[in-house]
């Protein structure tokens, strides 16, 4: 029986200098998690699609997602040679990755985003993304960091894009990074909100939003503290 190798190359063209490179992803039959995380944290026996959601210019350093920007404005293009381009040391992450690797690919992507001024939510996706690398790791005190300033990066997408105020995914989120930095109260506002918005349709959101709304509650009665250990869940 042939072995099928859980990576595959795909050719990008760079949306900075416009060169063309290659760079893997795995196998969409290989992407098969063995558990997730309330947060869609996911983990894998083989190799993680996660490693290699990012791709970097090997030319020019310049390091992006598939939802990230398509091309960059003369204007974006001079922010990021002022920022990164220039000093950039070239460097070919189109194989294989290791932990440490995925991690610099995405930290290089955070500071690409940043300085062209990409969409809040890609920003936010790649701080949480960020988060979960470290997560792998047991690295508990980073992975705080980064979740906390992936939360205050989707608050600042809901607030902008939220016009709807019917995100239920990203209102999930945010109720759930809340509840991973201990911000009960905040974490219960957040699942009741989606769970009694009438024009929530997602089901799975609404499931999920419960699920661990009553996590919180035995949390908060274990721990014998806060207000919202009484709090009601109309709706549920």
Not at 19 to 25: A, C, D, G, I, N
Not at 37 to 50: G, I, S
Not at 193 to 215: F, G, K, P, V, Y
Request: glycine content about 6%; proline content about 3%.
């Amino acid at each position: 029986m042939t072995h099928l190798e859980p990576l595959y190359s795909i050719k990008v063209t760079c949306c900075n200098c416009e060169k063309e490179f290659v760079t893997s992803r795995v196998r969409p039959s290989l992407k098969k998690a063995f558990r997730r995380d309330a947060d869609f944290c996911a983990y894998y026996k083989d190799e993680n699609p996660d490693y290699y959601v990012v791709r970097v210019c090997p030319s020019c350093g310049f390091a992006s997602t598939e939802n990230s920007v398509g091309m960059l404005a003369d204007w974006q293009r001079k922010a990021f040679n002022e920022w990164i381009g220039g000093r950039w040391l070239p460097r070919d992450f189109g194989g294989k990755r290791s932990w440490a690797e995925a991690l610099v690919t995405y930290k290089l992507a955070l500071l690409c985003a940043q300085c062209i001024r990409d969409k809040e939510r890609i920003i936010a996706s790649l701080l949480h993304h960020i988060a979960w690398m470290y997560r792998y790791q047991g690295d508990d005190g980073q992975e705080l960091r980064f979740i906390q300033y992936s939360l205050e990066s989707y608050i600042h997408v809901f607030e902008q894009d939220g016009v709807a105020g019917n995100d239920a995914r990203l209102m999930f989120l945010i109720g759930e990074l809340n509840r991973r930095t201990g911000r009960f109260s905040e974490a219960v506002k957040w699942f009741s909100r989606l769970i009694n918005d009438r024009r929530i349709m997602d089901a799975s959101m609404i499931r999920a939003a419960r699920e661990q709304w009553t996590a919180i509650r035995e949390q908060m009665l274990g721990e014998e503290s806060g207000p919202a250990a009484g709090t009601t869940l109309t709706g549920a």
